[in-house]
């Protein structure tokens, strides 16, 4: 297409603030466009990045541009699926502010319709690994906030509820008893507490931040005890001596 075509005018505006690292005016113009323009932004988008990678060495000659290029592509790529792909691309490995990109992306995202971002919740949820959790945590951070907000039941990935028991964690270590609410009217929590006792390893998750937390909303009143005891009993008895020990301390706490 020619340069100074109208379609091209939007890619042009938009490349000028990516190729400058300026992720603040990128999110500026994308969430002005419209829908002619958000189309010929994401016709754009792939093409600039192979030829990034063909004129470079690697993503470190323009990781800068990588915040710019990930809001540009969840504001502007028309399906769940692409921007799925899109966030998951090993070239944009989650290496700066995290935090502050997936706010702005979740900031995007909820520009779009209920159902496209219960598809996206789902589709960002499957595709998350456990092994690679450390540095897909913003990722999850998203799926959680779409999930959240959308009341979708999230798909049988333990690599989520592996991601939501170390936020638990996290949010755990200085929590009091207006926190604990909180965290007990989280939807997560109804939908992955059961879910921990079914994980092949919980140990890799659940530990001394985590069965403190449980097990102060147990003695609040916020869980069930029998329920939970009965849960944990019950794969202390399937585990036997392959228990991990942090069962059976939440076991000792709550009994």
Same mark, same amino acid.
């Given at each position: 297409?020619?340069?100074?075509?109208?379609?091209?005018?939007?890619?042009?505006?938009?490349?000028?603030?990516?190729?400058?690292?300026?992720?603040?005016?990128?999110?500026?113009?994308?969430?002005?466009?419209?829908?002619?323009?958000?189309?010929?932004?994401?016709?754009?988008?792939?093409?600039?990045?192979?030829?990034?990678?063909?004129?470079?060495?690697?993503?470190?000659?323009?990781?800068?541009?990588?915040?710019?290029?990930?809001?540009?592509?969840?504001?502007?790529?028309?399906?769940?699926?692409?921007?799925?792909?899109?966030?998951?691309?090993?070239?944009?490995?989650?290496?700066?502010?995290?935090?502050?990109?997936?706010?702005?992306?979740?900031?995007? /995202?909820?520009? %779009? !319709?209920? #159902?496209?971002?219960? =598809? $996206? +919740?789902?589709?960002?949820?499957e595709r998350l690994r456990a092994s690679h959790l450390d540095v897909?945590?913003?990722?999850?951070?998203?799926?959680?906030?779409?999930?959240?907000?959308?009341?979708?039941?999230?798909?049988?990935?333990?690599?989520?509820?592996?991601?939501?028991?170390?936020?638990?964690?996290?949010?755990?270590?200085?929590?009091?008893?207006?926190?604990?609410?909180?965290?007990?009217?989280?939807? /997560?929590?109804? %939908? !992955?507490? #059961?879910?921990?006792? =079914? $994980? +092949?390893?919980?140990?890799?998750?659940?530990?001394?931040?985590?069965?403190?937390?449980?097990?102060?909303?147990?003695?609040?009143?916020?869980?069930d005890r029998a329920e939970i005891l009965d849960r944990v009993a019950?794969?202390?008895?399937?585990?036997?001596?392959?228990?991990?020990?942090?069962?059976?301390?939440?076991?000792?706490?709550?009994?």
């Amino acid at each position: 297409m020619a340069a100074g075509a109208g379609p091209m005018i939007p890619w042009q505006n938009v490349a000028e603030r990516i190729v400058a690292g300026d992720t603040a005016g990128t999110l500026q113009l994308v969430t002005a466009l419209d829908a002619g323009g958000r189309r010929a932004v994401a016709a754009e988008l792939p093409r600039h990045l192979a030829e990034l990678k063909r004129t470079t060495d690697g993503w470190w000659e323009w990781r800068a541009q990588i915040p710019a290029l990930r809001v540009a592509g969840a504001a502007c790529l028309p399906g769940p699926g692409a921007v799925t792909n899109w966030l998951y691309r090993r070239d944009f490995g989650w290496r700066d502010d995290h935090v502050a990109d997936a706010g702005r992306i979740l900031g995007v /995202l909820r520009r %779009r !319709l209920e #159902p496209w971002r219960a =598809d $996206l +919740a789902r589709r960002m949820v499957e595709r998350l690994r456990a092994s690679h959790l450390d540095v897909e945590i913003p990722h999850w951070r998203i799926a959680a906030s779409l999930v959240r907000e959308t009341g979708i039941e999230p798909p049988p990935n333990d690599a989520f509820v592996v991601g939501w028991l170390r936020s638990l964690g996290v949010a755990g270590q200085a929590a009091r008893r207006p926190d604990l609410e909180r965290l007990a009217r989280d939807p /997560l929590f109804v %939908r !992955l507490l #059961p879910r921990v006792f =079914d $994980l +092949a390893g919980p140990g890799s998750a659940l530990s001394g931040a985590q069965v403190d937390i449980i097990a102060r909303m147990v003695h609040e009143g916020l869980l069930d005890r029998a329920e939970i005891l009965d849960r944990v009993a019950g794969r202390l008895l399937a585990d036997g001596a392959a228990a991990v020990p942090a069962l059976a301390e939440l076991h000792d706490r709550i009994a």
